[in-house]
């Protein structure tokens, strides 16, 4: 039965995140903002300066006896399972006792009294080792038979041998795709109090507290039900505090489970950086067969990731390549086979997009091969190569997923049409013809981004909904907040529910004392999931309220609707505080419990056959270039955007998001080169020496702008699309536009094939190298 009409919207309006006046005035409280009782301990963690060894044994005499010290956690502290893997293999030890398995390793933890006591006496434990062989990057791992899982994922469709032997033309080709450090501006930090019996309360600043609850209960050998994990807001996430937070959580409650006292853990910069994992770094190879029209008849994809040395999520991570692979591009013929490989690293983990921005790099790619190949605008190939509208059988993906709501071809038109491509493109070649040092490109890139987990299970989200007597509202769901301003979407989603002010509403901390259960704010699915969620907790709410009304005034319900002056019962209009009030006395429920699960959805990993994502988020930007051939160095002159995000539910939020993820994405492509020496050292483990975009670094022009006409076909949370990760591969259009200016010293005829990150020593090498060719 309909119960309200809705006459005025919270939703698909400009919000103010809600703690951003508290962000900019220093008032937002994070974890180390929370005020220490007395008796508060700090830990700090001895990690390991081999890359592989067998370990036989760790001298701590001198850490025991340094000044402050109050115990020394082991091995052999850990009263539950020494084991925080994420997918359960058992093969991420909070401290090892038989090897060393990669340079950074944690081995023991320090609690002093003092932050700067325990790190100090950190350095000075003795560790027993033989060193042993170590392989660092995914092809000699490959070469020495290191695979991390056995079963790697395979997607196919078609009869890749007859496609591959009717092509006009084949192309085989290498790229190697770079890592990423999250560089969050919070660090990692976690600060455990103890309670009675076997009770602990963990702060902390995680994307998956539900995860962190678990991982501490297993390693203290206690039921999940006494371990409380609380996050208010962290400092930006970004995937780095999916699983990596396990680590912290864990020693900061083990120390204070065994000292009776409460322990706080935060790493300082390198070491945070050291000890944590990464974006996978890829190499990928592969085949392409098309015509001479530059249309894709057969692709052959191998894709082979440094993993680390546990599995942590690349698993899931390198699937997810796979499953982006095709970005917005259909294959007739198609094989895709993941390698995920095992080295002497940091356990690389979630990174925004996870694994789909290496997917969608390799397709790009293969588009600028053929684009070279044939002498054809890279634009044109694109074009030729999308997924249709079902209507040709052009839109069946290599996972047998149809493509049944593409509307990349008009995003890319209107983008094509604001942003004077073609124009430019011509006067860009016609500058570069003049031969000067100075050399210029653009590129025009589209994405198609499927929404949902991939692992079925966690497409699932609960809230909680007090109204309290006085008309107040108290909101809580499973969603954490890392500046996204998924807490103020959800509370526009519960304000409109209700149709009462914003501010009425009290959005508290994510606790898994309100929420059991929760899966990790992540694969862009966070306002999705928790929005609705929420709404039907506020549904169940707003049932009672109306059953309430028109039994107490003696209407029908179809008379009773909210409205922005009260609740309209027949001829009356009742303030909502007022009915609130009323219904409390009359002693109706006020508190509802809210939950949904994504529908529709199913995935078959062994057949690699399935419906994994609810529907995809489209997208596409422009960017131009100009390089300098004799230093490599570049800038971004201008970057134009049009992205769907279906019916925005904060425009102003959704702005920020696809500005912000593709100033990152472009980041990842030019500037963050991640680095390990030949010993297994990470050399870019600080600021001063890891390169992430500056405000300096920003495109000149920067126009922005999201696709207002768009409206999701399924049924969203008010048909709104995911916003988190899909921006984040418009920045490849910069990594193509580099490429075309670098193609220009050999007047177009090479493809350039730059590695990523094209930092500006790749993009001169790249230069001399076209020179030497041409």
Known sequence: MKHHTVTKGFTHQNQKHDSAVKQVTGRAEYTDDIAEPAGTLHAYLGVSDVAHAKLNGIDLSKVRDADGVVAVLTADDIPGANDISPTGRNDEPVFPTEKIEFHGQPLFAVIAETRDAARRAAELAEVDCDVLPHAIDPVSARDAGMPLITEPLKLERGDIDKGFATAQNRIKGQVTVGGQDHMYLEGHIAFAVPGEDEDVVVHCSTQHPSEAQHMVAHVLGVPSNAVVVNVRRMGGGFGGKESQMNLFCAVAAIGAKKLGRPVKIRPDRDQDMTATGKRHDFVIDYDIGFD????????????????????????????????????????????????????????????????????????????????????????????????????????????????????????????????????????????????????????????????????????????????????????????????????????????????????????????????????????????????????????????????????????????????????????????????????????????????????????????????????????????????????????????????????????????????????????????????????????????????????SDRPREFNVKLADWSENREMTIKRSKAVGEPPFMLGISVFEALSMAVASVADYRICPRLEAPATPERVLLAVERLKAGA
């Open 292 to 695: 001479n029209d530059g249309r894709i008849e057969a692709v052959s994809g191998e894709f082979a990731a440094r993993c680390g040395y546990s599995s942590d999520l690349s698993g899931p991570v390198t699937d997810r390549a796979l499953f982006h692979a095709d970005n917005a591009y259909f294959y007739p013929h198609v094989r895709l086979t993941s390698r995920p490989q095992k080295t002497n690293t940091v356990s690389n983990t979630a990174f925004r997009g996870f694994g789909g921005p290496q997917g969608v790099i390799a397709a790009e790619r293969m588009i600028e091969e053929i684009a070279f190949a044939l002498d054809k605008d890279p634009l044109d190939v694109r074009k030729a190569n999308f997924y249709g509208d079902g209507t040709d059988g052009r839109n069946l993906t290599p996972y047998h997923q149809s493509v049944d709501d593409n509307i990349i071809g008009r995003v890319v038109e209107e983008l094509e049409e604001s942003s004077d491509y073609r124009a430019r493109r011509e006067g860009i070649r016609a500058f570069n013809a003049k031969g000067g040092i100075l050399r210029r490109g653009i590129a025009l890139t589209p994405v198609k981004f499927g929404i949902s987990f991939t692992a079925t299970h966690y497409n699932q989200a609960g809230a909680l909904i007090h109204v309290y007597n006085d008309g107040s509202i108290h909101l809580n769901h499973g969603g954490t907040e890392m500046g996204q301003g998924l807490n103020t979407k959800v509370a526009q989603v519960v304000a409109e529910a209700f149709q009462v002010d914003f501010n009425r509403i009290k959005i508290t901390k994510t606790t898994t004392e309100k929420v059991p259960n929760t899966s990790a704010t992540a694969a862009s699915s966070g306002s999705d999931l928790n929005g609705m969620a929420a709404l039907n907790a506020a549904e169940q709410i707003k049932a009672r309220l109306v059953s309430f009304a028109a039994e107490s005034r003696g209407v029908s319900e179809d008379a009773v609707s909210f409205g922005p002056t009260g609740i309209s019962i027949g001829t009356d209009v009742v303030p909502f505080d007022k009915l609130v009030k009323e219904a409390y006395m009359a002693r109706v429920h006020l508190s509802a419990t809210g939950f949904y699960k994504t529908p529709d959805i199913h995935w078959d990993r062994a057949a690699g056959k399935g419906r994994p994502f609810y529907y995809y988020a489209y997208g596409a930007a422009c960017s131009e270039v100009t390089i300098d051939t004799l230093t490599g160095e570049y800038r971004v002159e201008r970057a134009d955007i049009l992205h769907d995000v279906g019916r925005s539910l904060n425009p102003a939020l959704d702005k920020g998001q696809v500005e912000g993820a593709f100033i990152q994405g472009m980041g990842w492509l030019t500037t963050e080169e991640l680095w390990w020496d030949d010993e297994g050292r990470l050399r870019t483990h600080a600021p001063s020496t890891y390169k992430i975009p500056l405000a």
